[in-house]
């Protein structure tokens, strides 16, 4: 008799993890923060190469791998070791956390999935943690705002005041980007999940991972404690916290 050979699933992005709104009782504002990319990425690309919505009326791919470190750190294991620190920081400041994704073994979720969840779940801010992958000679952070302006005039003058805050205080421990937008502050109009945002929204590439100074920093426990604790200091300045 012939056996039939065996199915196989294909991956298929990862959900984000269920969040409830805050209770009308509680205070607590909610923050997002967006650990960019994902650990499975790279052995799924039929999945993160499928296109999305990107918040311009055209697509854009699900999902991407991510840069990482000449020495070979990657920049998803980078921002999801970030993300945790900040979230702890943030949590212990009385501010409640959601996380887009909820391990750094999983594959997305795509980024209109992402940009979508600071409204469903009533966000004050959404923070998406990033590396960038430029030039070696290129150093230092800059924080990213969409350009489309998505959640109208007010939402945008609050996503400046983020980014500013974030801004003054990540250049304790970080130049601002010597290479890429003008005082550390950049406005893209090609970013899926700033387009789709309707909260204050930003992304921080948090330096050039390429750039032998700030992998050093990005690389390191303690540089990696510093940088969270700095982008904390400025999503509770923005919060007024």
Not at 4 to 25: M, N, Q
Not at 134 to 154: C, K, L, Q, Y
Request: hydrophobic residues 40%; glycine residues 12%.
């Amino acid at each position: 008799m012939t056996t039939a050979p065996p199915t196989t699933t294909p991956p298929t992005t990862t959900p984000p993890p269920t969040a409830e709104p805050p209770a009308p009782a509680t205070t607590a504002p909610v923050v997002v923060i967006d650990p960019g990319h994902n650990g499975g990425n790279a052995a799924a690309p039929a999945v993160v190469d499928a296109p999305v919505p990107d918040g311009t009326g055209g697509t854009k791919p699900c999902n991407t791998t991510g840069t990482s470190t000449d020495a070979g750190y990657a920049e998803h294991s980078f921002t999801w070791d970030t993300s945790l620190r900040l979230r702890d920081l943030l949590t212990a400041a009385g501010v409640q956390v959601v996380l887009t994704r909820p391990d750094d073994t999983g594959v997305g979720p795509c980024v209109d999935v992402r940009g979508q969840l600071g409204a469903q779940v009533g966000a004050a801010a959404f923070v998406g943690v990033h590396g960038d992958g430029a030039a070696p000679g290129s150093r230092g952070f800059h924080v990213i705002t969409s350009s489309r302006d998505p959640g109208g005039a007010e939402v945008a003058a609050s996503t400046q005041a983020l980014a500013v805050a974030l801004r003054d205080a990540l250049t304790a421990v970080e130049p601002v980007s010597d290479y890429l937008g003008t005082d550390g502050l950049d406005s893209r109009p090609d970013l899926a999940g700033l387009n789709l945002n309707t909260v204050p929204a930003v992304y921080v590439e948090c330096g050039n991972m390429r750039n032998a100074a700030d992998a050093a920093l990005m690389s390191s426990p303690e540089g990696r404690q510093a940088l969270a604790q700095q982008l904390a200091t400025g999503v509770l300045a923005f919060l007024d916290r």
